[in-house]
């Protein structure tokens, strides 16, 4: 959501300076940081190969504005946002669970569970407008190249899942049958926790 951290998590990450402020949608336009992989196992194979140079792999990380309820039907920024992040192989969450009244809560309180609700189901929502959008030209595609029915199979399997309210990840629906619609919620989800250490005893999330 906005105003959590995000940015902040993203020059820690990536050295940057990104702009990181006291207001929802400090960040309009994605950042794109990329980090060389620490792998002491290059400079061996440098060593054994004569390596004139180094080229460790790399992760990219991309900080985009946050998500509000109604995001998927363009409330805040909107389906903008949703599209940086279509094409990622993971989502970081960042969820705010510290209490700060100088620092803004876009729902207006800070609740942990709630923001969790909201953001799934914002990526939910997007990955059925997706399917609705998709389903079509695959059935029609499927009438003359039978092999794409299996696509269309877990397509609809996908969609009675979404509409039930849950992620793709973990729910046995052939993930990579849909690979080519980019579907949010079928990616890993890592959540990061922004906690203020002093209220770690409070255990907002229980």
């Not at 109604?70 to 409330?75: D, L, R, W």
């Not at 969450?93 to 923001?115: C, K, L, M, N, Y």
Request: proline fraction near 5%.
């Amino acid at each position: 959501m906005p105003n959590v951290g995000k940015s902040t998590l993203f020059n820690a990450l990536t050295k940057n300076n990104v702009l990181a402020a006291n207001y929802p949608f400090a960040t309009i336009e994605p950042n794109v940081g990329v980090v060389g992989v620490p792998d002491p196992r290059l400079a061996v194979l440098a060593t054994i190969f004569n390596s004139q140079k180094i080229l460790p792999a790399v992760v990219s990380f991309v900080d985009i504005a946050g998500i509000v309820k109604g995001a998927s039907v363009g409330e805040g920024l909107g389906n903008q946002f949703l599209a940086n992040i279509r094409e990622t192989d993971a989502i970081c969450q960042v969820i705010r669970v510290f209490r700060d009244g100088d620092v803004v809560h876009v729902e207006g309180r800070v609740d942990p569970a709630s923001d969790l609700e909201i953001i799934n189901s914002e990526l939910a929502l997007a990955d059925l407008q997706t399917i609705e959008k998709a389903l079509p030209r695959i059935e029609k595609e499927a009438r003359i190249a039978k092999e794409r029915q299996s696509v269309v199979d877990e397509i609809k399997k996908a969609e009675a899942v979404l509409n039930l309210g849950k992620p793709l990840s973990g729910s046995g629906v052939d993930l990579a049958a849909l690979a080519e619609l980019h579907l949010m919620t079928a990616k890993p989800f890592i959540y990061v926790f922004n906690v203020d250490a002093a209220e770690l005893d409070d255990a907002p999330l229980r």
